[in-house]
């Protein structure tokens, strides 16, 4: 290479560099005004130190500025990229797409540039330029001078380090640390990780313009993603990308990516690929089951089964040992409890139940009209709504329920109401949903408890025995035993079981994952926050089909997620080194 073609090459970056930095300009009072003047700026830099004093007025002290200058270009021009988005306005895909091949060009002409400008070729494109270098390399500086410089220097190594593996980590590779249990016993915290990204479409920051997406994700694949429960605005964004630099660059310390709370953001998320486009999907029982277009009966998705963990219990012995797993949701004997409680709701005779709640309420109407007072007229409506209906709340109130329903006047027509509306028209075909027919049946289950706790209140207080035998009362207490193994039953529906999703028509129609989009769970069921949930509760009845049905707080929401989201897959674990490999399933049962 001669000094003229560099010359030119010289010339011609600096001229890219502005056009890109012209096509930055954004007619808009905000962020986005500094992406053409830094630009614009950094190319009239490029200009003189580089076409100017170097080549056209052969400075060789200009040559250490220029080479610096080169080495930064391709990061500046990318911060310029990214703050022409980062305002109330984006950009189209055409201008996207263009000011990217701009960058790739320049980005190109500063490696080619500094190829040949280094001290081994430097001499070949003219001797003067590598006697000038040499004269002043850092080794002939003396005293406080050379500390500084050496300090600078390191300091440019740090930045420039930062850059290079925030490109790495867009288009290439990144190196995760596994940050809470969602995935034991594939993962336990502290796992390192790597995400190979290439295959997986990576995209410039801010925009749809980048890689192809070459990668089809496949049920079991374990895969890192934006978190969709965060804004992908550009606003946060540009606060994703910002709080990258800032990260690595203060080594660690400093992590601007928080939520609205302070605390720093579940992003990305670590989870494994369950469902794929094509398929509905439901879990009942900790079963997952799907169906496709195909055909219309639900079957067990049998490989769920290979990696879905329920029972941390029963994991290998070496990854209980030295409290490498941290939080047990469930003990071994919580874990038999919620199995006998899903055994007796399958079993459940509705029609039994019927029977029985018709003999409660026979019972409660006794016990009110020998009770005679009713001095409250009114006023249960609110008492049966949604929120007086919160399972928890009836279970550890309970006397207050039977002291208000035998003051009322309507108060034995309200118990009627609430243990029986539901049989005027029982449930029976549930069309294979067993997410629906499981709940109807759990309803029935806390309803039969609340009735039988509520009447037992009712005649221990007909009978002025109630605060004598309260504490002591053997069927009230069996009763209130039975209650908390519900309510502890019901905490845990969300994390066992999800009914049909995507959900059906109104009609009745299946919907399915659409192409492109794959839906993600944890393999510890129980300890992961997943795409089977929102992050906030709201009170949900337990079944459609009953007017005065039983309600809890649910995060149930479950949602997909599209592939531009997702980043790339675990290619590789290589921290701890005695269980370092290709994730799979390495945490087979003992």
């Known amino acids: 290479m001669n000094k003229n073609k ?26 986005s005004l500094l992406a053409p003047v830094l630009g614009l700026l950094y190319s009239a830099l490029l200009y003189y130190f580089g076409y100017n004093s170097v080549f056209c007025k052969n400075q060789a002290k200009s040559i250490s500025i220029y080479r610096e200058l080169l080495q930064y270009e391709p990061f500046v021009l990318l911060i310029c990229f990214v703050l022409r988005r980062a305002g109330a306005n984006g950009a189209p895909f055409a201008l996207d797409f263009i000011t990217v091949i701009l960058w790739c060009v320049s980005s190109g002409l500063s490696l080619l540039i500094l190829h040949y400008l280094n001290i081994k070729r430097i001499g070949s494109i003219d001797p003067s330029w590598h006697k ?54 594939e993962f336990l915290i502290k796992d390192r990780v790597v995400v190979f990204k290439t295959l997986s479409g990576p995209k410039f920051p801010l925009s749809d313009v980048g890689l192809p997406y070459l990668k089809r994700y496949k049920r079991g694949d374990i895969v890192v993603f934006r978190n969709p429960h965060y804004s992908d605005d550009r606003k946060s964004e540009v606060r994703t990308f910002m709080s990258q630099i800032i990260y690595m660059l203060t080594l660690t310390r400093v992590n601007i990516n928080v939520d609205e709370d302070g605390n720093p953001k579940a992003d990305p998320l670590v989870k494994r690929v369950t469902g794929v486009p094509g398929e509905q999907l439901m879990m009942q029982d900790g079963i997952l089951y799907h169906r496709t277009s195909k055909s219309d009966e639900w079957s067990v998705v049998e490989d769920d089964s290979r990696w879905a963990c329920w029972n941390l219990n029963e994991v290998r012995a070496e990854l209980r040992r030295n409290n490498q797993i941290q939080d047990y949701p469930l003990s071994q004997a919580d874990y038999e409890q919620m199995l006998e409680c899903e055994q007796e709701r399958r079993e459940l005779d509705v029609q039994l139940v ?12 006794r016990a009110w009209r020998i009770y005679g007072r009713h001095p409250d007229s009114g006023g249960l409506e609110k008492f049966f709504n949604k929120e007086g209906m919160f399972e928890y709340s009836i279970f550890s109130k309970h006397y207050n329920c039977a002291t ?23 449930k029976t075909d549930f069309n294979g949903n067993l997410y629906e027919e499981a709940n109807y049946k759990l309803n029935l289950m806390i309803k039969q408890k609340i009735a039988q706790i509520i009447v037992r209140d009712a005649e221990l207080i007909v009978n002025g025995t109630f605060e004598n035998v309260y504490s002591t009362d ?51 069921r ?24 039983v309600t809890y707080y649910s995060n149930l929401e479950p949602q997909y997620v599209p592939m531009r989201r997702m980043l790339g897959t675990t290619s590789y674990r290589f921290w701890p080194v005695n269980r370092r490999g290709v994730p799979g399933h390495t945490g087979m049962r003992k």
């Not at 208000?404 to 029982?426: C, H, K, M, P, V």
């Not at 053997?474 to 049909?500: C, P, T, W």
């Not at 795409?531 to 005065?548: F, G, I, Q, V």
């Open 6 to 31: 560099l010359k030119i090459q010289s010339l011609s970056l600096a001229i890219t560099s502005a056009v890109f930095s012209l096509l930055c300009i954004n007619y808009h009072f905000d962020i």
């Open 132 to 185: 000038y270098l040499e004269s002043h390399s850092l080794s002939s500086y003396k005293g406080a001078r050379r500390g500084l410089l050496e300090t600078l220097s390191w300091v440019d190594a740090l930045v420039q380090a930062v850059f290079m593996v925030l490109l790495l980590n867009i288009f290439l590779v990144q190196l995760y640390e596994i940050p809470s249990e969602s995935m034991v016993p």
């Open 354 to 365: 019927r029977s029985r709640l018709t003999g409660l309420a026979e019972r409660f109407d």
């Open 404 to 426: 208000r329903l035998l003051n009322s006047t309507e108060g034995a027509q309200w118990f009627r109401a609430f243990a029986l509306d539901w049989a005027s028209s029982i």
């Open 474 to 524: 053997a069927q009230l207490l069996e009763y209130m035993k039975e209650a908390q193994k519900l309510n502890d039953y019901v905490f845990l529906i969300d994390r066992r079981s999800f009914g049909a999703f995507p959900a059906d028509t109104e009609d009745g129609k299946p919907q399915y994952i659409p192409a492109g989009c794959y839906f993600m769970m944890g393999d510890n």
């Open 526 to 549: 129980f300890n992961s926050l997943d795409m089977r949930h929102s992050y906030t509760p709201k009170l949900t009845e337990l079944t459609k089909y009953d007017k005065y049905s």
